[in-house]
């Protein structure tokens, strides 16, 4: 869980350098527009995986034994 939360802080620093580079320094289109398909995702896939519910210790057992609880 360790290296998962780091793996995701690393991605998120990484992507939020990567489009504000490309905000700021005039690159060419083709850079901007794989910028655009890969980062702004992957920034927001680690910022979702970063605040991601986690259960209380309370409920984390009965999670284990029903762990989807309806609509």
Known sequence: MVSQK???IILLA???IAIL???V???EAWI???VAIFGI?????????LTMAKP?????EERVKEPFTGY
């Open 14 to 16: 990484l992507s939020t």
């Open 56 to 60: 209380k210790p309370e409920d984390a």
């Open 32 to 34: 901007v527009y794989a």
């Open 6 to 8: 780091i793996t995701c």
């Open 25 to 27: 320094i005039n690159f």
């Open 21 to 23: 580079a490309c905000l």
């Open 41 to 49: 995702p992957l920034w927001i896939l680690s910022l979702g995986l």
